[in-house]
């Protein structure tokens, strides 16, 4: 198979998995937005996290919460966990790697706010502590998580959001995520501030 034929191959692929994506997570989407959207009514923030590659992708949603995204309007309140790498590494330090989100959601998070948490490879130690910690400040959950974990039933209320995959590689899942993360961003500002005609 030569670069061309990969290329296509990869590209046909992840179109096709995005569309049947569509159904299963647009009531999710549609509830996670609805969370993050009531908490900043109510002057609340949004907090995300991820491990490895994900830590990436909420730093993006942070970003994109506290930027102008597609049309120019007010900053949103929006804190990308893994965003201060001596914070975290000095938590890790300390504390054990376990910690870190944990740790700044204990001191940061507050009765009403929001924990994003994305999981492309599952959900491990860093972030069961998080879901953890967001549940003993009294947050809502918004998840994206990359098919079913035995961790995640005992850790969610009803009102929380978890956007599911199909256990799928984690490069993939990371892939969706990626393309839902920058839909719930769209969600989040058509709700407060009406819809962006571009595409």
């Known amino acids: 198979m030569d670069h061309y034929e990969l290329l296509a191959a990869n590209c046909q692929g992840t179109i096709e998995a995005l569309a049947m994506a569509v159904d299963p997570a647009a009531p999710a989407l549609g509830a996670g937005a609805e969370l993050i959207v009531a908490a900043m009514l109510n002057e609340h923030k949004v907090l995300t996290c991820g491990s490895g590659p994900d830590a990436a992708l909420a730093q993006l949603f942070a970003i994109?919460?506290?930027g102008h995204f597609q049309q120019e309007?007010?900053?949103l309140?929006?804190?990308a966990l893994a965003g201060d790498g001596g914070v975290v590494g000095a938590i890790a330090s300390a504390d054990g790697s376990d910690e870190m989100y944990a740790r700044?959601?204990?001191a940061l998070g507050q009765?009403?706010?929001v924990l994003l948490c994305i999981a492309s490879a599952g959900i491990g130690g860093q972030l069961r502590r998080a879901l953890e910690s967001a549940r003993e400040r009294n947050m809502a959950i918004v998840l994206l998580s990359n098919g079913v974990d035995e961790h995640i039933p005992a850790l969610l209320?009803?009102?929380?959001a978890v956007i599911a995959l199909d256990r799928i590689a984690p490069a993939r899942a990371l892939e969706r995520h990626?393309?839902?993360?920058?839909?719930l961003c769209e969600l989040i500002?058509?709700?407060?501030?009406g819809g962006f005609t571009g595409h």
């Open 178 to 183: 990626t393309v839902l993360l920058q839909n």
């Open 111 to 113: 009765s009403g706010d």
């Open 104 to 106: 700044q959601l204990l």
């Open 73 to 75: 309007r007010p900053a």
């Open 189 to 193: 500002d058509h709700a407060l501030f």
């Open 157 to 160: 209320h009803d009102g929380d």
């Open 64 to 66: 994109n919460l506290l």
């Open 77 to 79: 309140p929006a804190l």
